[in-house]
């Protein structure tokens, strides 16, 4: 992982309702766990009216970005400069890449940036699996591991504390579990997972793993595996894979990232 290069990206957008348009986008060029060289950060201005509820999120609205956003084809151009080509990471892959920028460079007549790469809230919740704070959204995992304040709901903001957690909390968690290439990274993130926490039914909130010396647990595992429902099936059948072969779901918890201060009582 230490020698691969790779962009963490963020945007702040016009909102959920289609066509998205990006207002502010920023990245960071990584080497490895590391932060390589000056972020990338631009305003855009595409002319549009930006959504009440959304410049009530990020505070931008049409006047700041006529006055201090530039053309998007202009950004892109600059952006394609600084991506060189290289995979494209954000912690909500999904949205920023394939609802927002591939839509918007397919508007604009631009080619692809860069490469689709892996989500960091997916390979968030998989190395933190149980969550200790609950869920896995940036600002909660921020406050829960005491990073630092970046400017939550700016592009930039976000991407810094990104970096943050991934250097901080999440580094420490994958070097442990000998996830040490990229590919090794990329697949942990991407590879099909369902949470070792039960999230629904009679037993929501077990262990998964507690199925292994409860009957009644690992019956409702197999009822789950023969469900009508396909991913209910699907969940029930990687469970049952990975109690039947020991491999449980998660990592003790000594291998999940302690907050400073306990650490501190811990000491």
């Known amino acids: 992982m230490q020698d691969a290069n ?43 009216a930006i959504p009440a509820e959304a410049s009530r999120v990020h505070g931008y609205t049409l006047e700041i970005l006529e006055r201090d956003g530039d053309p998007p084809e202009e950004v892109y151009e600059d952006f394609e400069n600084y991506v060189e080509g290289l995979p494209v990471v954000a912690y909500n892959l999904s949205y920023d890449w394939d609802d927002v920028l591939v839509p918007e460079w397919g508007r604009l007549g631009i080619d692809a940036i860069g490469e689709r790469g892996f ?5 968030a919740q998989r190395l933190l699996d149980p969550v200790p704070a609950g869920n896995c959204k940036l600002q909660t995992l921020r406050q829960y591991y005491r990073l630092p304040e970046r400017g939550a709901h700016t592009a930039l903001g976000d991407v810094e504390t990104v970096v943050d957690l991934m250097q901080r909390v999440l580094r420490p968690i994958a070097e442990n579990r000998e996830l040490d290439s990229w590919e090794k990274i990329r697949s942990c993130a991407e590879d099909e997972w369902f949470p070792s926490r039960i999230p629904f039914g009679k037993f929501k909130g077990r262990l998964i793993q507690e199925a292994a010396d409860d009957p009644e647990l690992m019956g409702w595992v197999e009822w789950l595996a023969a469900s009508s429902n396909e991913k209910s099936a699907r969940m029930g059948q990687w469970y049952l894979e990975r109690l039947r072969s020991g491999d449980q779901a998660v990592l ?8 400073p201060w306990q650490a501190t009582i811990a000491g």
Not at 119 to 123: I, S
Not at 252 to 259: I, R
Request: with cysteine; aromatic share 10%.
């Open 252 to 259: 003790p918890s000594s291998t999940v990232a302690t907050p």
């Open 119 to 123: 989500c960091a809230f997916k390979l």
């Open 6 to 48: 790779w962009i963490l990206i963020d945007t702040e957008t016009t909102g959920f309702k289609r066509p998205i348009y990006t207002v502010e986008l920023a990245a960071q060029r990584m080497r490895g766990w590391e932060p390589e060289g000056k972020p990338f950060r631009r305003l855009l201005n595409h002319g549009v």
